[in-house]
């Protein structure tokens, strides 16, 4: 495997000259038309930070379009959530609230220093800061963090977030979590050790040299044994950071988050903890969101994946507006997910009919036009070292569908008449219902009927196409999809959505659920490949293999189109929470 170092420094270049890029771009596409003068968004956050200022006070007030997938910083996945969970939750480490290529560097959180190895990564040490406290007054212990990777191995109870700690730390899937621990005091994980209340170690039966980006996850912020409360535990996490729960988090509803008192900054040179109040709404109307931004009445969309189509008109046309606005590279991929157990689906000529059938740049044109994407036919995001650019089904010169290539991929799978199928988008995120009616068009052009149903992200990996037995129940055929890295590496890129290992009964992102053996072993054979060179080739490699597979159909590299209201302080975009702001720092004035 790579030093991860090095291949973090290889990422960041190439972020930084896509960042350059939208800089320098003239706004167009996006579905502004007329013959108003078009504006180019400002960019700043993307490269400074916006509004710098150390006032404190007031109630910073949040908007969103639909739930966390969790407030448990174990059970959580969305960007958004791992973002906004910093204000009261503390991890191991995380990354610096900064511009560009600075975002992607650790910081120190409720560690002294990143982690250290000394045999090629197969143990990992952290040392903990003293005098950190949950907002009962009482000391956070390194028990306590052993503890909160434990839990993450309960699916059942926890279903939502990644689970790297379970594939590396217990490969032979042998522990099966706290809550069906023998052991007395329910650490029985003997992969992870304590030695005292402010050391743990990590023990890995193969090297890792990227762990310290699972240090990063908020899975290892703290949680005492004594308080877990299993699935109710969402309601409200125990803070270790500047804000806790007011009263309870009511899913769907609203969470506000107060001062925690026992938060000592002496312990925490990252949190300035400006507002006294932050308040959260939970399913709002999306459009509705962005008229509070301009209004002012809100102060962020916590979703972080930009405004509506009608928003991104309003602040191309308006000079002002433009000023206050960046468009910002994501790093993620926008595809539609096949299920390769749904039949027809099963067979990959009725998969590679839909590579060829879709309308690529009608569906960029969904998503907000070139502010909002660039058109997408490989899928290892160009942010990513080793990036390279494939197109294994041309559908025409501009993308718009080859007709004639699905109808004799139709014939190979034997469905020359088409078939019907059903087809899955988050019906909170308007670009995406209208990229599944784009889809819908499309394939009907060909004689697959496509029958769209919509639910809201919040649910949708744990009870719709994260479900395999839903998916399968519900003769599920395609599901729209879109991953950013859980770290700025190829592996945290694809081995959550390709990685047959992966795959869970509920919670999941290889929602195609495929498990190749040779696409599992490339994983392998690059993440225990030293050279970077050779290890892109290996990563490329898998790029290519998995669209042979056509279980996945990559349409957009997405860009987010934010808006942030002139009375937010200390805005700067994040690409380490795919290029959304960062939350961890933000006041009103």
């Known amino acids: 495997m790579k030093h991860p170092v090095t291949r973090r420094r290889r990422a960041q270049a190439l972020i930084g000259i896509v960042a350059v890029t939208a800089l320098t771009a003239t706004a167009c596409g996006g579905g502004s038309g007329g013959s108003k003068k078009k504006y180019s968004p400002s960019n700043k956050a993307i490269t400074e930070v916006v509004n710098q200022s150390p006032k404190k006070g007031g109630t910073l007030k949040l908007v969103s379009s639909d739930k966390f997938d969790s407030l448990d910083p174990g059970d959580m996945y969305y960007a958004s959530a791992w973002n906004f969970s910093r204000l009261m939750a503390r991890p191991l480490l995380t990354f610096k609230p900064a511009p560009g290529n600075a975002s992607y560097e650790f910081a120190p959180d409720l560690a002294t220093d990143v982690g250290k190895t000394d045999d090629g990564g197969k143990t990992w040490t952290y040392h903990l800061r003293k005098g950190v406290k949950y907002e009962d007054g009482t000391e956070v212990k390194a028990s306590d963090v052993k503890y909160a990777v434990e839990r993450t191995f309960d699916k059942e109870i926890l279903p939502n977030g ?336 390709v990685d047959g290992r992966a795959i869970k009964p509920a919670g999941g992102t290889n929602l195609s659920e495929l498990n190749d053996p040779a696409v599992n072993g490339l994983i392998d054979q690059a993440t225990r490949t030293i050279d970077p060179n050779a290890s892109a080739a290996i990563w490329q490699q898998l790029d290519q293999k998995v669209m042979e597979s056509a279980v996945m159909v990559p349409f957009a590299w997405t860009k987010s189109l934010l808006y942030r209201p002139p009375n937010v302080t200390n805005l700067v975009v994040t690409p380490a929470y795919s290029g959304m702001y960062d939350y961890l720092n933000i006041g009103i004035q």
Not at 296 to 307: C, N, S
Request: charged share 25%.
């Open 162 to 497: 990644p689970g790297y700690f379970a594939q590396y730390l217990d490969p032979d899937s042998t522990y099966k979590g706290p809550y069906k621990d023998s052991a007395p005091d329910k650490l029985g994980l003997k992969a992870i050790e304590t030695p005292d209340d402010y050391t743990i170690v990590f023990k890995m039966k193969e090297p890792f040299a990227d762990f310290n980006y699972l240090a990063a996850l908020p899975q290892t912020a703290p949680v005492p044994p004594g308080k877990d409360t299993g699935k109710e535990y969402v309601k409200h996490p125990l803070a270790t950071g500047a804000y806790m729960v007011d009263g309870q988090y009511e899913p769907g509803k609203a969470v506000n988050l107060v001062r925690n008192p026992h938060w000592d900054p002496s312990t925490d040179p990252l949190r300035k903890a400006l507002p006294d109040r932050i308040e959260l709404l939970e399913k709002q109307d999306a459009n509705d969101v962005d008229n509070r931004l301009f209004a002012g009445t809100a102060q962020l969309d916590v979703v972080g994946t930009g405004v509506q189509a009608a928003a991104q008109n309003k602040i191309l046309t308006d000079e002002k507006l433009a000023g206050n606005s960046d468009d910002a590279v994501s790093g993620a991929l926008a595809y539609l997910a096949i299920s390769s157990k749904t039949p027809p689906f099963d067979n990959v000529h009725c998969r590679r009919a839909v590579q060829y059938a879709v309308n690529k740049a009608q569906m960029q044109r969904a998503v907000g036009g070139e502010v909002g994407a660039d058109i997408a036919t490989n899928l290892m995001p160009p942010t990513l070292a080793g990036s390279k650019v494939a197109d294994m089904y041309p559908n025409g010169e501009k993308h718009t569908g080859d007709v004639a290539k699905a109808k004799d991929e139709l014939k190979q799978c034997g469905k020359p008449d088409g078939f019907s199928t059903i087809l899955t988008a988050r019906s909170n995120r308007p670009k995406e219902v209208a990229g599944a009616t784009s889809v819908q068009n499309a394939l009907e052009k060909v004689g697959i009927k496509i029958e769209i149903r919509q639910y809201p992200s919040g649910d949708y990996f744990t009870q719709f196409a994260g479900v395999p037995k839903w998916v399968a129940d519900n003769k599920v055929g395609i599901m729209f999809m879109q991953w950013g890295p859980d770290f700025p590496t190829q592996f945290g890129f694809f081995q959550q959505i």
